[in-house]
């Protein structure tokens, strides 16, 4: 099966760190919706008819649209893709935008039943340092009232390793997510992106990243508080109660063929990856014109695809299945893949055994390779060395 990704591009103000194309010119909001509607439309073959297990709506911040525009892109979805019954539909949201209002609009008339909100901290002098626009307690009453709207999946983003923070600043902030009994939790240490605010801020001298060895332990600190507290660490910065992985983003990990509509949106339909004009204005005349020279293309060849299913499979509690891998790539890049391997295993960094979906749990007669839980941290070394 297939997932659909949807990328709204409005914000109201910029975060200093974000590196996702965004714009806070909201007049265009209309036009771009009339855009994504096209874009689906001239699109309905990508998928070549998979059903689509997901729809995620992404940004930005698709909490600024207007239900009723949301509603238009969706009836679209729905009848131009065989959506099927028990999708996953994810909406992300900025916690200031979930007045009761906006959330009787969305269980109305749209059939999202998943909400991501960007609570990023609980500290509201960390929540100012980024720009956020909302407050702390403002986070946790739009929990609450999704709550009351009757959203039973809800997932928070986190934030560590602010300039100066402590291990017990960023304990508080794992306690109060845990406390609110979210049934996800997606935590990130601060990046610094070229090209952010944050960046600037960096190369100025005006903030100073924090000592990776304390961005160590707020990391094995979050491994020990999740697990106490339920949580799954499915994936490297990824927390779930049992049942509640996000089945859209494990689609991205696993080879999930998946359309990407809308301005900066990628695509991958097994063979090559697909990407839109990362410009609104351009994004929208080319769509309203009928081009589909718009896109950006990349043809992958089986060096490409194998290496890059390392690097997100190894990013899983699953691992590489290995038995998949032989078969989709042949013996001899499996066993290459061993041979660079055989010393992390010998140091304790990877693991072999049956491989477990993340989905039900249930061991396979397949081999796996996987990360320890010593190795999580540093892992993008361990894994680059081992492509081939």
Same mark, same amino acid.
């Given at each position: 099966?297939?997932?659909i ?7 109201k103000s ?8 965004s714009?806070t010119?909201l007049?265009?909001?209309?036009s ?13 073959g990508?998928?070549? %008819?998979?059903?689509?297990? !997901?729809?995620? +709506?992404?940004? =930005?911040t /698709?909490? *600024? ?12 979805v729905?009848?131009?893709f ?22 009787s609009?969305m269980?109305e ?5 998943r ?12 929540l100012s ?13 739009a929990?609450s009232r999704c709550?009351?709207? %009757?959203y039973a999946?809800? !997932?928070?983003? +986190?934030?560590y =390793?602010f /300039?100066? *923070?402590s ?9 109060q997510?845990?406390?609110l ?12 992106e070229?090209?952010t605010?944050?960046?600037?801020m960096?190369?100025s ?8 060895e304390?961005s160590v332990?707020m990391?094995d ?12 660490h499915?994936?490297?910065?990824n927390?779930?109660?049992?049942g509640?992985?996000?089945?859209h983003n494990?689609g991205?990990?696993d080879?999930t063929?998946? +359309?990407g509509? =809308?301005?900066g949106?990628?695509?991958y ?7 839109n ?15 589909v020279?718009?896109?950006g ?5 089986d ?5 890059e ?18 078969h989709?790539?042949g013996i ?18 990877l ?8 989905d039900?749990?249930?061991p396979?007669?397949?081999k796996?390779?996987r990360?320890?839980?010593k ?14």
């Amino acid at each position: 099966m297939a997932s659909i990704y949807i990328h709204f591009p409005f914000c109201k103000s910029r975060c200093i760190y974000c590196d996702f194309f965004s714009t806070t010119f909201l007049d265009l909001r209309s036009s771009y919706v009339e855009a994504l509607k096209k874009e689906l439309e001239m699109q309905r073959g990508y998928l070549g %008819g998979e059903p689509v297990k !997901s729809i995620y +709506l992404g940004g =930005g911040t /698709p909490s *600024q649209m207007d239900v009723g525009m949301l509603s238009e892109v969706f009836r679209c979805v729905y009848d131009l893709f065989d959506v099927v019954s028990a999708a996953e539909v994810t909406m992300e949201c900025n916690p200031d935008d979930l007045n009761d209002r906006y959330l009787s609009s969305m269980r109305e008339l749209l059939p999202v039943n998943r909400v991501s909100i960007g609570v990023q901290s609980f500290d509201d002098a960390r929540l100012s340092f980024l720009h956020r626009r909302h407050t702390a307690s403002g986070a946790i009453e739009a929990l609450s009232r999704c709550r009351e709207h %009757g959203y039973a999946n809800l !997932s928070v983003d +986190l934030i560590y =390793g602010f /300039p100066g *923070q402590s291990l017990e600043e960023w304990e508080a902030d794992i306690d109060q997510a845990v406390g609110l009994d979210v049934e996800h939790l997606s935590a990130y240490a601060l990046m610094y992106e070229e090209g952010t605010a944050l960046y600037g801020m960096l190369s100025s001298g005006l903030v100073e990243e924090l000592d990776e060895e304390v961005s160590v332990s707020m990391y094995d600190l979050l491994l020990k508080k999740m697990a106490s507290s339920g949580y799954r660490h499915y994936e490297i910065s990824n927390f779930c109660k049992p049942g509640f992985h996000s089945r859209h983003n494990s689609g991205y990990w696993d080879g999930t063929h998946y +359309l990407g509509i =809308g301005a900066g949106a990628h695509s991958y339909n097994g063979s090559a990856r697909e990407w839109n004009e990362p410009y609104l204005d351009l994004y929208i005349s080319g769509i309203m014109n009928g081009k589909v020279g718009y896109r950006g293309r990349e043809e992958l060849d089986d060096r490409t695809r194998f290496n890059e299913q390392i690097m997100t499979s190894l990013r899983t509690s699953a691992g590489v299945n290995l038995t998949k891998l032989e078969h989709q790539f042949g013996i001899g890049l499996k066993d290459a893949l061993l041979a660079k391997a055989a010393r992390y295993i010998q140091g304790g960094q990877l693991e072999s055994g049956l491989y477990i979906p993340i989905d039900t749990l249930t061991p396979t007669s397949d081999k796996a390779l996987r990360l320890t839980a010593k190795a999580v941290f540093t892992s993008n070394g361990i894994i680059s060395d081992l492509f081939v």
